[in-house]
């Protein structure tokens, strides 16, 4: 299980760790300050204007420039005429009251092209330094928005979203906004957001994929797939066949009737401690505007899985005579459990590069299945990387072998050398 920080903590308690430091600015009203170890600048403003739920219109007392409107940084919440948009917006003026605290790292600056104004991304605060922003989120009225460069708190609302999500509220009532299409729909969002290195600039390798465990094929016309930054509108004549799956790529491509893309150049699945951003929610939402499945990585909420602690990872990092092809270096998964362990899309991480088991992957108690780092034909027990030479570094280097699920829990960890460990 993810362990949240003890920042996120008092995040989700309502509370900031803040200290003040000697104000380098040449105003005297805009402060700086250190939130959870992080240095910001900090201004009081009064609140001309609730916009949206996530737009506010302010004045810094004492800067003399008049008022400006805010975007309120990490959460994206409904447009005017969505499902969702007047509690938003009602929350976050009860919430805001007459003054709040704008905290900001930079000065982060953009033209909303539709209403031609410029909005400055900042964070708000209560004057008691209750963060606004999550305590949308936590009342499912918001989704988690990888933000520019203004990150402040963005694995707290990632944390908030997920008991939200749990909890059924707001967004991720499944029947707030009225009772959608194919109510007994069962899909489940499986989301592969680290291709590799090789992959990582590629951005059709990227992909969520919607399983239908379901007793009936699902049309998903009128339904759209978010990030909470940006959505993909599926066509009308979209399905998810009974016992099959469709995936949706980031990045540009011919659709068909299994593979949709997403298009544009967005990065929209963060890799976790690979970007300033700690991770992504992907959410299904139906035609009435409900969130009606929905994926998290980095999980931090309910980590189980039934294959923790079944398997164990062995690796031959230095077979004799250095063989090149190296279908003899191999990383072996071992069920150590009385139970048949699935391992359809679980991903192994091997070195910088990840390893996905194909659908209808598993291992009965006692199996072993072995990918090597070469190429050759796949098997139910055999697997390879597709490696042309050595792959694996030796003891005085080390190295990392991890499994994975697509909630980025890890499963089974092994390391071996000085400089590597689980």
């Known amino acids: 299980m993810r362990i949240i920080s003890a920042a996120a903590v008092a995040g989700l308690m309502g509370v900031s760790i803040l200290t003040t430091v000697p104000s380098?600015?040449?105003?005297?009203?805009?402060k700086r300050v250190v939130v959870n170890g992080k240095k910001l600048n900090q201004?009081?403003?009064?609140?001309?204007?609730?916009?949206?739920?996530?737009?506010?219109?302010?004045?810094?007392?004492?800067?003399?420039?008049?008022?400006?409107y805010v975007r309120n940084s990490g959460i994206n919440?409904?447009?005017?005429?969505?499902?969702?948009?007047?509690?938003?917006?009602?929350?976050?003026?009860?919430?805001?009251?007459?003054?709040?605290?704008?905290?900001?790292?930079?000065?982060s600056s953009k033209l909303n092209k539709s209403s031609g104004r410029?909005?400055?991304q900042m964070s708000a605060f209560t004057r008691k330094g209750k963060?606004?922003?999550?305590?949308?989120?936590?009342?499912?009225?918001?989704?988690?928005?990888?933000?520019?460069?203004?990150?402040?708190?963005?694995?707290?609302y990632l944390a908030s979203a997920q008991l939200a999500a749990q909890q059924g509220r707001g967004l991720f009532d499944v029947d707030a906004c009225g009772v959608g299409p194919q109510a007994e729909a069962q899909l489940d969002l499986v989301v592969n957001y680290d291709p590799g290195?090789?992959?990582?600039?590629?951005?059709?390798?990227?992909?969520?994929?919607?399983?239908?465990?379901?007793?009936?094929?699902v049309n998903l016309g009128g339904w759209r797939l978010s990030t909470g930054r940006s959505h993909f509108a599926f066509p009308r004549r979209a399905v998810v066949p009974l016992g099959g799956e469709v995936v949706v790529r980031m990045g540009s491509g011919q659709n068909t009737a299994t593979e949709f893309f997403w298009g544009g150049g967005r990065r929209e699945l963060a890799v976790p401690g690979q970007s300033r951003y700690s991770g992504n929610g992907v959410?299904?939402?139906?035609?009435?505007?409900?969130?009606?499945?929905?994926?998290?990585?980095?999980?931090?909420?309910d980590c189980t899985h039934p294959v923790m602690g079944k398997i164990k990872i062995s690796v031959n990092y230095d077979p004799p005579g250095n063989p090149d092809p190296p279908n003899q270096e191999t990383v072996s998964f071992l069920n150590t459990g009385d139970q048949r362990a699935d391992l359809t899309y679980l991903v192994a991480e091997v070195r910088y590069s990840t390893y996905e088991f194909p659908k209808g992957s598993y291992l009965d108690p006692g199996e072993t299945a072995v990918i090597r780092m070469g190429k050759g034909t796949q098997g139910r027990l055999d697997h390879y990387l597709g490696r042309s030479s050595k792959y694996l570094p030796g003891e005085n280097v080390g190295g990392l072998i991890k499994?994975?699920?697509?909630r980025h829990v890890e499963l089974a960890c092994e390391s071996w050398g000085r400089k590597s460990k689980c």
């Open 24 to 30: 380098q600015a040449a105003d005297s009203d805009i």
């Open 131 to 156: 963060d606004l922003q999550n305590e949308l989120v936590k009342r499912g009225l918001a989704f988690p928005y990888n933000f520019g460069t203004e990150t402040l708190n963005s694995d707290l």
């Open 77 to 107: 919440t409904m447009e005017k005429g969505q499902c969702h948009y007047k509690q938003a917006t009602r929350q976050l003026k009860r919430l805001a009251g007459k003054k709040i605290l704008l905290r900001y790292a930079g000065n």
């Open 43 to 68: 201004a009081e403003a009064k609140v001309k204007q609730v916009v949206d739920g996530d737009t506010l219109r302010v004045d810094v007392q004492g800067d003399n420039s008049g008022p400006f």
């Open 403 to 406: 499994l994975r699920d697509d």
């Open 118 to 120: 410029i909005r400055k």
């Open 283 to 301: 959410y299904l939402i139906d035609p009435d505007g409900d969130a009606r499945f929905w994926n998290f990585h980095p999980c931090a909420v």
């Open 197 to 217: 290195y090789k992959g990582r600039e590629n951005l059709s390798k990227k992909f969520v994929r919607l399983v239908n465990n379901g007793p009936v094929a």
